[in-house]
């Protein structure tokens, strides 16, 4: 059973750093890219970033480009999720999720859709 | 990257259908055949609903179905129920920002 859990979450003043992790059990994470999508509270889904399974191809959304970086360990089956600088528009529930790419005529496209997600772990920046 | 238009709400009663319409630009929905589709009930993690426009996962009802024309997609459930009730987002891949979701639909069932 594919399972994704998420850890390392909880409150922190503005400019401060959190680190989150994702273990990962169930399948081989070597062969999966993998993302981080973000939940602020009553409100919709953020993509924040994606990582290839052999970490060679990073993206992130605009919003935390610069602040967060996203790495993974695969012999450790994990994946991780470095915040700093954090602002109180970074409050949300932060999941990871597995991710499939797409192949067409066309090319190649990193994410297609996540299939497995974690339950989210909790980060609220405020003073 | 703006996030996907979709309606704040629909509602239906038992039984019926209802559609959720999700509407991009020429450079996500109108540009790639990489529209998903996720449910999500209440302090609940996401769950992939359909992908690649039209296709369902394993396990998932054959009353949830799917559809894009120009830089809309729409999924449609039919013979609504009660456990049917849930946020529905749209997620597609696009030109600029990888990925990008729509704002969410929240779907009652009267």
């Known amino acids: 059973e594919v399972q994704l859990v998420e850890s390392g979450g909880g409150l922190v003043q503005p400019g401060g750093s959190l680190r989150l992790s994702c273990a990962a059990s169930?399948?081989?994470?070597?062969?999966?890219?993998m993302t981080w999508v973000r939940q602020a509270p009553g409100k919709g889904l953020e993509w924040v970033s994606y990582?290839?399974?052999?970490?060679?191809?990073?993206y992130y959304a605009d919003s935390v480009k610069g602040r967060f970086t996203i790495s993974r360990d695969n012999a450790k089956n994990s994946l991780y999720l470095q915040m700093n600088s954090l602002r109180a528009e970074d409050t949300a529930v932060y999941y990871c999720?597995?991710?499939?790419?797409?192949?067409?005529?066309?090319?190649?496209?990193?994410?297609?859709?996540?299939?497995?997600w974690g339950q989210g772990t909790l980060v609220t920046v405020s003073s | 990257q703006s996030a996907l238009t979709q309606p704040a709400s629909v509602s239906g009663s038992p039984g019926q259908s209802i559609t959720i319409s999700c509407t991009g630009t020429s450079s996500d929905i109108g540009a790639y055949n990489v529209v998903s589709w996720y449910q999500q009930h209440p302090g609940k993690a996401p769950k992939l609903m359909i992908y690649?426009?039209?296709k369902r996962p394993s396990g998932v009802s054959d009353r949830f179905s799917a559809s894009k024309s120009g830089n809309t997609a729409s999924l449609t459930i039919s013979g609504l129920q009660a456990e049917d009730e849930a946020d529905y987002y749209c997620c597609s891949y696009a030109d600029s920002s990888i990925s990008v979701f729509g704002g969410g639909t929240k779907l009652t069932v009267l």
């Open positions: 999720a597995r991710v499939l790419g797409y192949y067409d005529s066309s090319g190649y496209y990193p994410i297609d859709y996540f299939d497995y």
């Open positions: 990582i290839s399974s052999g970490s060679s191809t990073i």
């Open positions: 690649e426009v039209t």
């Open positions: 169930g399948f081989a994470l070597t062969s999966y890219s």
